[in-house]
C-alpha cells in the first residue's frame, strides 16, 4: 500500500516538479540573456518572478537544477557556493554530465533561491551559514551584471542575522561588502548594505555612529524608489532623536511618498506615519486630523491621535494619562523618549492659547489653568515662552499679571512673503524633476534605427556595384539597370 | 616602569592609589602620577599580549581604573580629562558588559557625565546617551533620574525647579556640575528677562536672577548694559525694535531673480 501512494506521490511530484524546472529554466535564460546583452533589466525581470517561484520550492528540484548547472564553472568560488547549497538542502550534490558553462549570475540565482526556501522553513541557521559563502564569493567574483543579485543575497544575509537574534555579527561583512560596492560602483548593492547598515546600527540604538556614516557615505542617488524610502525612514529616525526636527521631518514626508502605495507596503507606512505625527507634535504643528482617518492608518495610530488631542488643547493631565495608558504600545514602538519631549510642547501650546484668549491675565490663575507647581515657576515659564516667540506679552511683576501685546496685521509682516516662496520653490523643484525623468517610447525608435540601417547597407550595395560596373566594358544593360534604380 | 606589568603588579598599585584616594586629606599630585602610571601599565599590557584583553581580572581592573580616574578628574575640576575616562567608559557599560558584573559606580558617572553635557548645552549627545540607557533605570535610578527631570524643568523653563534641585543632588559631586549649570541658565533668564519686563525693581530682579548680593546684581546689569536708575531702584530692560517693518530688499531682489529664470526655463 504505501508503495502505490508514495509512486503515486512521485507521479504528482514529478508534474509539479516539471512546471517549477521549466519556470527556473525559463529565468536562467532570461539571465544569460541579460548577460549576453549586457542590460540589466532581463535580471530585474528574472528576480521579479521569484516571488510567484517562492511558494513553488522544492528542495528536490533545486537541487538537481544546481546539479545540471555545476558541471562546468568558471571559478572555484562559484563551485564551492553551489556544493554549499547543495549540501545545505541535506541533498547529495552529484557532479552532472558537462553540458554547459555555467555563469555565476546563475549560480547566485539559484543559491538565493536556495536562501529563501531556507527561510521559508525557518531553517535559520543553515541559511546564516550558507549566506556567509554566498557573500564573501560574490564580493570575490567583483562582475557588475551581479549586482542586482547580490544585493538581495545580502538582506537575506542580514535577515537570517537578524532572525537568530546575532545581528551585531552581520557588521563585519556587511562594512567589507559597502567597501567593495563602493570601489566596484555597483549601486544597488551600495545603496542595499547603506540601508541594512543603518538598520543595524538603530536595532542597537547606536545613534552617533549610524549618523556618522550616513554622512560620510553618499547614497547612490538612483537607487531604486523601496531603497531610498527605506533608507529616508532610517535617517528620519535618527534625525528625530539628536532633535534636528526640521530635516527629520522632510525625510519622513518624502519616505512616505516614495514608498508604493500598494496594501503589501501598509506596514511601512503605518510606521512611517507614527515617527512622522511625533516629530510634527514636537516641531509645534498638530498634524491634520485627516491623516488619521485613512482607512490603513486609523487603527494603528489611535494612540497617537489621542495624543495630539492631549497637546494641542495643552491640558498636562490628558497628556499624562494617554502617555500611562498607552505606555505598553509606545514602549513596543520604540518612540517612549521622544514622546517625554512633547511635556514642554504640552506647555507651550497651553500658553499660546491663553494668550490669545486673555489680554490681561493674573499669573495665578496661569498657574491654576496650567496645573503648575507655583506662581515663580509661571513667571519663568512666561518669561521663557515670550523670548522663544511663542506669545507676544509683556509681564508686570508687581501687580502680578501677563499683559498680552494687540494682535497686529500679519500681512503687514514678510511672514506671507516667506510661506509664498516656499511653495513656488516646492513646485518648480517638483517641475524640474518631472521634467528630468520624463522617458521617450523605446520602440519607434529602434524601427527608426533599423530603417536607418537598412537605407545605408542599400546604398553601401549600389555604390559597391557602381564601383564594380566601371571596369565592366559594356555597360549599356548596365547603364539602363542603374537608371531605372536610380 | 621598566618592561611589561604584570596583572599582579597593576592591581597592586590601582589598590595602593585607591587608598590614598580615599584618605582623608589626598595627596592630589601623587595620586596624578601613579594614575599616569597605571594608565602606561595598560597599554604595555596591551601591547605585549593581545589575549590578555579577553582575561576577566584584567579587565575587572581596567574598568576600575578608569573609574578611579573620572573620579579623580571630577574632584580636581579637570572636565577635559573626565570626558576622556566617560568615552573609554562607554564600551564598559553598554552593549556586551564584557561578562563583567554592573559596577557599583556605573550609573553615579553616567548621571555625571549626563549632568555635564547639561550644563555645557549640549542637548542632542544629551538625548543620544539617554535612549542607550536602560529604561527601568530611566524612571527608578535616583542618580539617572535627576539629570532627566533637570533637562525637563530647563526645557519648560521652570528655572526655579533647577535652583531647588540643588539641594536634592544625589551624590556631592553633582554640585561642582550643577554650579556651571546655574551660570548657564543665570544667562538664560537675562535674556527672557530682557525681552519680558520692562522694567524690575532691585529686590525683585536679585530672587529673579538667583543672586544673593546687590553688588553681583549690580555688576551683571552693567555686564548686559541695563541702564540702572540708583534712585527709583529699578533697572529698566532696552526694549528691542522691531526690525520686521524694514524693507528687506536684498532677499526680495533674490527670490524674484529665482522666478524669473525658472519661469523662463519653462518650454
Same mark, same amino acid.
Given at each position: 500500500? $504505501? ?77 564551492? #557556493? ?5 549540501? $545545505? ?12 558553462? #555555467?555563469?555565476?549570475?546563475? #549560480? ?25 559563502? +554566498? ?61 541594512? +547598515? ?9 545613534? !552617533? ?36 526636527? $526640521? ?13 508604493? $502605495? ?102 495665578? !490663575?496661569? #498657574? ?8 515663580? !515657576? ?9 523670548? !522663544? ?38 513646485? +518648480? ?56 534604380? +536610380? | ?267
Amino acid at each position: 500500500m $504505501s508503495s502505490t501512494e508514495n509512486a503515486a506521490m512521485e507521479v504528482e511530484a514529478t508534474a509539479e516538479q516539471k512546471q517549477a524546472e521549466s519556470h527556473l529554466a525559463r529565468n536562467v535564460k532570461f539571465l544569460e540573456r541579460g548577460i549576453a546583452a549586457a542590460e540589466v533589466h532581463y535580471t530585474h525581470r528574472a528576480l521579479r518572478t521569484i516571488f510567484s517561484l517562492r511558494k513553488r520550492l522544492q528542495s528536490d528540484v533545486l537541487a538537481e537544477m544546481i546539479a545540471t548547472h555545476a558541471s562546468k564553472s568558471n571559478s572555484q568560488s562559484v563551485a564551492d #557556493c553551489l556544493q554549499h547549497a547543495a549540501e $545545505s538542502l541535506g541533498q547529495k550534490h552529484v557532479v552532472g554530465p558537462a553540458t554547459k558553462v #555555467c555563469e555565476p549570475e546563475v #549560480c547566485l540565482f539559484l543559491c538565493l533561491l536556495v536562501q529563501l526556501y531556507h527561510l521559508d522553513h525557518n531553517e535559520h541557521e543553515r541559511g546564516a551559514k550558507l549566506s556567509d559563502v +554566498l557573500v564573501g564569493a560574490a564580493l570575490g567574483l567583483q562582475r557588475r551584471t551581479l549586482d542586482p543579485i547580490v544585493s538581495r543575497v545580502i538582506f537575506y544575509y542580514s535577515r537570517f542575522f537578524e532572525v537568530a537574534g546575532r545581528l551585531a555579527d552581520a557588521r563585519p561583512m556587511l562594512l567589507k561588502a559597502l567597501q567593495t560596492a563602493t570601489l566596484m560602483n555597483m549601486k544597488e548593492t551600495k545603496a542595499m548594505v547603506l540601508t541594512l +547598515l543603518l538598520r543595524n546600527f538603530l536595532n542597537y540604538k547606536l545613534y !552617533d555612529q549610524a549618523e556618522r556614516l550616513a554622512a560620510k557615505s553618499s547614497f547612490p542617488t538612483d537607487a531604486p524608489n523601496n531603497l531610498l524610502a527605506r533608507y529616508l525612514y532610517y535617517m528620519g529616525r535618527i534625525e528625530a532623536v539628536q532633535l534636528n526636527y $526640521s530635516q527629520a521631518q522632510m525625510h519622513l514626508l518624502e519616505a512616505t511618498r516614495k514608498a508604493p $502605495s500598494t496594501p503589501a507596503t501598509a506596514g511601512f507606512q503605518q510606521t512611517v506615519h507614527k515617527i512622522y505625527v511625533i516629530v510634527e507634535l514636537l516641531m509645534g504643528n498638530i498634524p491634520e486630523r485627516s491623516l488619521f482617518r485613512t482607512p490603513v492608518l486609523k487603527k494603528p495610530l489611535q494612540p497617537y491621535f489621542e495624543l495630539a488631542q492631549a497637546v494641542r488643547v495643552g491640558d498636562l493631565s490628558q497628556f499624562q494619562d494617554v502617555v500611562s495608558r498607552y505606555q505598553d504600545q509606545f514602549l513596543k514602538d520604540q518612540v517612549l523618549i521622544l514622546i517625554q519631549r512633547l511635556r514642554h510642547n504640552v506647555i507651550k501650546a497651553g500658553i499660546r492659547s491663553i494668550s490669545v484668549a486673555y489680554s490681561r491675565i493674573s499669573l495665578r !490663575d496661569i #498657574c491654576l489653568k496650567l496645573h503648575l507647581d507655583s506662581e515663580e !515657576d509661571a513667571e519663568y515659564i512666561v518669561a521663557k515662552a515670550i523670548r !522663544d516667540g511663542v506669545i507676544d506679552a509683556t509681564i508686570d511683576h508687581e501687580k502680578g499679571f501677563v499683559k498680552s501685546a494687540e494682535v497686529h496685521n500679519v500681512y503687514g509682516t514678510s511672514d506671507p512673503q516667506h510661506a509664498f516662496d516656499k511653495r513656488i520653490t516646492f513646485c +518648480l523643484g517638483l517641475y524640474n524633476e518631472s521634467v528630468k525623468s520624463m522617458r521617450y517610447p523605446g520602440g519607434d525608435h529602434r524601427k527608426e534605427l533599423a530603417y536607418a540601417d537598412e537605407a545605408i547597407k542599400r546604398e553601401r550595395e549600389l555604390a559597391q556595384e557602381i564601383e564594380n560596373e566601371e571596369y565592366d566594358s559594356d555597360s549599356d544593360a548596365m547603364d539602363d539597370a542603374m537608371d531605372e534604380d +536610380l | 616602569m621598566a618592561g611589561v606589568p604584570s596583572a599582579q603588579e597593576l592591581s597592586s598599585l590601582y589598590d595602593r592609589t585607591r587608598a590614598e584616594l580615599d584618605s582623608p586629606r589626598p595627596n592630589h599630585n601623587s595620586v596624578k602620577t601613579q594614575l599616569s602610571q597605571l594608565k602606561v601599565g595598560l597599554v604595555k599590557a596591551a601591547l605585549s599580549n593581545a589575549q590578555v584583553e579577553l582575561d576577566p581580572a584584567f579587565r575587572l581592573t581596567k574598568r576600575s581604573i578608569l573609574e578611579m580616574g573620572a573620579e579623580f578628574s571630577i574632584k580636581t575640576g579637570d572636565i577635559p580629562a573626565f570626558e576622556r575616562y566617560i568615552a573609554q567608559l562607554e564600551t564598559f557599560y553598554y552593549e556586551s558588559k564584557h561578562g563583567l558584573a554592573e559596577s557599583k559606580v556605573m550609573y553615579p558617572l553616567v548621571g555625571l557625565n549626563l549632568l555635564r553635557m547639561l550644563s555645557e548645552n549640549q542637548i542632542a549627545d544629551f538625548h543620544t546617551t539617554l535612549e542607550r540607557i536602560d529604561l527601568a533605570q530611566l524612571q527608578s535610578n535616583p542618580y539617572i533620574v535627576h539629570p532627566v527631570k533637570l533637562e525637563q524643568a530647563l526645557m519648560e523653563g521652570g528655572y526655579k525647579k533647577v535652583w531647588q534641585a540643588r539641594a536634592e543632588v544625589p551624590t556631592p559631586e553633582y554640585l561642582f556640575f550643577m554650579d556651571i549649570l546655574m551660570a548657564t541658565i543665570r544667562n538664560e533668564v537675562a535674556s527672557c528677562v530682557e525681552k519680558s519686563y520692562s522694567s524690575l525693581p532691585f529686590a525683585d530682579a536679585k530672587t529673579v536672577l538667583f543672586f544673593t548680593s546687590m553688588d553681583e546684581l549690580l555688576k551683571f546689569a552693567q555686564e548686559h548694559q541695563w541702564s540702572v536708575s540708583p534712585s527709583e531702584k529699578r533697572i529698566t530692560f532696552p526694549s528691542t525694535a522691531e526690525n520686521t517693518r524694514m524693507f528687506q530688499g536684498e532677499s526680495i531682489m533674490k527670490q524674484t531673480l529665482t522666478y524669473a529664470r525658472e519661469l523662463e526655463r519653462i518650454v
